[in-house]
């Protein structure tokens, strides 16, 4: 459901925050069409400039903005629609009813078939934006190893206070909790997004199997048994 503009309205001028508790910068704008749900954002960037962030993204809880951060919402779009496509897809297999042409459910098969290769190619897409984010994070994190160890060395060679060490130590310590969080939320979304696919790409021998099975069960029951009897 699409947030209000009402909703945000109070909020501009505040701290926007990304899913991980670290701030983005400050909501200066909000754009909306005229009932009133917002189509997107614009958030200052410290001081060098603005990001337009769409509608979509945004979630409001607790008088809290945040973000979710691009590769999770395309994710978490496409692992939903393989979902209810694979749904779907078993739901026409166990259709045998003959109320529905065969060509109906046919046709509705080609066209859901259709849906689910333009799902697939759209995830590989998604999974390369995880995999680019990871190698990012682990990127960065490097970084953040390094100047761990610079300020530490230069706290314990006396060359930086202990006050300004404690602030930067802390700066970096919650710098590096946070870039293993979303690491390890981006692995489990590429490992759920990889198991969505891998479960709608494997062939559904179940629903046939259950229809075979009811076929057998009927012919079971229908088929007349043959008693002869020996006179003695």
Do not use: C
């Not at 947030?3 to 505040?14: P, Q, R, V």
């Not at 603005?50 to 509608?55: A, F, S, V």
């Not at 390890?184 to 696919?197: G, H, P, S």
Request: charged share 35%.
């Amino acid at each position: 459901m699409a947030l209000k503009i009402e909703g945000l309205a109070l909020l501009i001028g505040s701290e926007v925050e990304d899913s991980y508790g670290r701030s983005l910068g400050t909501l200066v704008s909000v754009m909306s069409d005229v009932n009133g749900d917002v189509k997107s954002i614009e958030v200052k960037i410290a001081d060098r400039g603005l990001e337009t962030i769409q509608g979509d993204r945004i979630i409001l809880k607790d008088g809290k903005l945040t973000i979710i951060p691009d590769w999770k919402y395309e994710a978490l779009k496409v692992i939903e629609a393989l979902d209810r496509a694979y749904r779907r897809r078993r739901a026409l297999e166990t259709m045998t009813s003959s109320d529905i042409p065969g060509d109906v459910v046919e046709g509705l098969k080609r066209s859901l078939n259709e849906e689910i290769k333009n799902l697939k190619i759209k995830a590989e897409e998604v999974k390369r934006m995880i995999k680019d984010r990871i190698a990012t994070i682990e990127d960065e994190s490097i970084q953040v190893a390094r100047a761990i160890v610079s300020i530490q060395v230069l706290y314990f060679s006396g060359e930086v206070s202990e006050k300004n060490y404690t602030q930067s130590i802390n700066h970096l310590r919650k710098l590096r909790e946070k870039l293993i969080e979303e690491k390890n939320d981006a692995k489990k979304t590429l490992d759920k997004l990889e198991k969505t696919v891998e479960a709608v790409t494997t062939p559904q021998q179940e629903p046939r199997r259950q229809e075979e099975r009811r076929q057998e069960q009927q012919v079971v029951t229908t088929t007349p048994i043959t008693v002869k009897v020996e006179e003695g």
